[in-house]
Nanobody, 124 residues
């Protein structure tokens, strides 16, 4: 497993932007897939975006398509989530996750490593 640490959460008004980062350590990330999930109060954890560490292929939830961008940095061993045009419904705890089978999966149970989470709050 890899160790994951998120940063960059905070509070912002609707229409604003935030950038989340996830620092990975512990082992090589090839052929990992890195992803962001989120969990709002009283709701289940849901897939937000994922990226293949080697391929760079991406996948997004429909609710964030066109507003969020996931990227990875080989040198820093980090995965980032640029979030633009934030909406109150984006308010949630955001988690970084990794799976080691190389497929861009969307179910949380398919990911073996998780960070502690970072809170995002969007006010109207």
């Amino acid at each position: 497993q890899v160790q994951l640490v998120e940063s960059g959460g905070g509070a912002v008004q609707a229409g604003g932007s935030l950038r989340l980062s996830c620092a990975a350590s512990g082992r090589t990330l090839n052929p990992y897939v890195m992803a962001w999930f989120r969990q709002a109060p009283g709701k289940e954890r849901e897939f937000v975006a994922g990226i293949g560490w080697v391929s760079g292929a991406t996948r997004y939830a429909e609710s964030v398509e066109g507003r969020f961008t996931i990227s990875r940095d080989y040198v820093k061993n980090t995965v980032s989530l640029q979030m633009n045009d934030l909406r109150p419904e984006d308010t949630a705890a955001y988690y970084c996750a990794a799976n080691d089978d190389g497929f861009l999966r969307t179910n949380e149970w398919q990911y073996q490593s998780w960070g502690q989470g970072t809170q995002v709050a969007v006010s109207s």
